[in-house]
T-cell receptor
């Protein structure tokens, strides 16, 4: 398997623009996670899905952030409008099962909002 | 809810040992350990489960004290390749039958020749 695939790897945008990050989980995995990593806050869980259904979105910072998982092989994280404080590395991860199972992380998307 | 890791950073010479600690204020179902090298994604090392079961890396060991809600990662005879940031993740019940994995801020380990 190719592992978790994320695109784009780097995104530079201007404040106010819409940003869409994409993720393809490992085939057969039933959990998908979106994380944000910054120096100040570390690795934060934003939202996670089980069988394409959002389970816990309590980490989503505000209404500007939304995530979807239309099918088992694709998920998006959208920021609209983007702000400079959204600059971070966004990781997508997937796992087979939740409890007691390792998560496989994608390479991340480095987002810079000017 | 974020677990607390200590130390924040440690510098070793090749061959030396290190211990990284992780503590939580919540009852834990499991503790995960990951390592992240600069510019890369976190990579799974091991999971410690309630009841003492472990699964993961052969050359790195860890302990899990369920009563104290603490875990420690033991890196013995460190190698240059051990350098990176180590994260513990604590898995707690978040409601109903759902669980949540929350990561600490990480411990930066540098191994010098």
């Amino acid at each position: 398997d190719a592992g978790v695939i994320q695109s784009p790897r780097h995104e530079v945008t201007e404040m106010g623009q819409e940003v869409t990050l994409r993720c393809k989980p490992i085939s057969g995995h039933d959990y998908l996670f979106w994380y944000r990593q910054t120096m100040m806050r570390g690795l934060e869980l934003l939202i996670y899905f089980n069988n394409n259904v959002p389970i816990d979105d309590s980490g989503m910072p505000e209404d500007r952030f939304s995530a979807k998982m239309p099918n088992a092989s694709f998920s998006t994280l959208k920021i609209q409008p983007s702000e400079p404080r959204d600059s971070a590395v966004y990781f997508c991860a997937s796992s087979f099962g939740m409890v007691y199972n390792e998560q496989f992380f994608g390479p991340g998307t480095r987002l810079t909002v000017l | 809810q974020q677990p607390v890791q200590s130390p924040q950073a440690v510098i070793l010479r090749e061959g030396e040992d290190a211990v990284i600690n992780c503590s939580s204020s919540k009852a834990l179902y499991s503790v995960h350990w990951y390592r992240q090298k600069h510019g890369e994604a976190p990579v799974f090392l091991m999971i410690l489960l309630k009841g003492g079961e472990q699964k993961g890396h052969e050359k790195i060991s860890a302990s899990f004290n369920e009563k104290k809600q603490q875990s420690s990662l033991y890196l013995t005879a460190s190698q240059l390749s051990y350098s990176g940031t180590y994260f513990c993740g604590t898995e707690i019940k978040s409601g109903g039958s759902n669980y949540k994995l929350t990561f600490g801020k990480g411990t930066l380990l540098t191994v010098n020749p």
